[in-house]
């Protein structure tokens, strides 16, 4: 298995450009979500999804949109950067919703919006 | 709001040294807490993961324990390596709202040879 996997590793934006961040898993796992890291404030969940179709959002969902059409990919995508989205993006995938279900997460995308 | 916290920020021990990473959370309603290893530039590496029901989860020479009513949990690693140099987070996954995790801000280790 390769886990979950996230491309593009790096990205440099201009500000108000549009872009796709990609996340896959190949566990048939059900939940899948999107993390923003940004120095200090730990990782901060934007976007959730519990099933194919299904998504909701986390505690920082502003500027970011998802969809969920199969169970394998999860898109992350910014409408229209700005430099406050500048971070690290970590895309992670659980079984499912339950208390023994552990997140493994992929290997990020570094963003930088000038 | 759940407030995840973990001091202390950094900790540097000699190798050989037992060691214990603090994880604290204001709100006892979790699911569970998940303990992760991140490298410089790299993702996050599940370590242990303990139920709200358990107490303690033990993986190799790290031992995880969980006193969900005062709030706390500790990451035990016994004989430490310089290979265990990294950032530690714990998570905590809120139990009225299961699709919610909160992340502490992690300690950075760094163990000398």
């Known amino acids: 298995n390769a886990g979950v996997t996230q491309t593009p590793k790096f990205q440099v934006l201009k500000t108000g450009q549009s872009m796709t961040l990609q996340c896959a898993q190949d566990?048939?796992?059900?939940?899948m979500s999107w993390y923003r890291q940004d120095p200090g404030m730990g990782l901060r969940l934007i976007h959730y999804?519990?099933?194919?179709?299904?998504?909701d959002q986390g505690e920082v969902p502003n500027g970011y949109n998802v969809s969920r059409s199969t169970t394998e990919d999860f898109p992350l995508r910014l409408l229209s950067a700005a430099p406050s989205q500048t971070s690290v993006y970590f895309c992670?995938?659980?079984?499912?919703?339950?208390?023994?279900?552990?997140?493994?997460f992929g290997p990020g995308t570094r963003l930088t919006v000038l | 709001k759940q407030e995840v916290t973990q001091i202390p920020a950094a900790l540097s021990v000699p190798e050989g040294e037992n060691l214990v990473l603090n994880c604290s959370f204001t709100?006892?309603?979790?699911?569970?807490l998940q303990w992760f290893r991140q490298d410089p530039g790299k993702g996050l590496t599940s370590l242990l993961l303990?139920?709200?029901?358990?107490r303690e989860q033990t993986s190799g020479r790290l031992n995880a324990s969980l006193d969900k009513s005062s709030g706390r949990s500790t990451l035990y690693i016994a004989a430490s390596q310089p290979g265990d140099s990294a950032t530690y987070l714990c998570?905590?996954?809120?139990?009225?709202?299961?699709?919610?995790?909160?992340f502490g801000t992690g300690t950075s280790l760094t163990v000398i040879p």
């Open positions: 999804s519990v099933g194919a179709g299904i998504t």
């Open positions: 998570a905590v996954r809120h139990e009225e709202n299961g699709n919610q995790f909160y």
């Open positions: 566990m048939n796992h059900e939940y």
């Open positions: 709100d006892s309603a979790i699911y569970n």
């Open positions: 303990i139920q709200s029901s358990q």
């Open positions: 992670a995938s659980s079984l499912g919703q339950g208390a023994g279900n552990e997140q493994f």
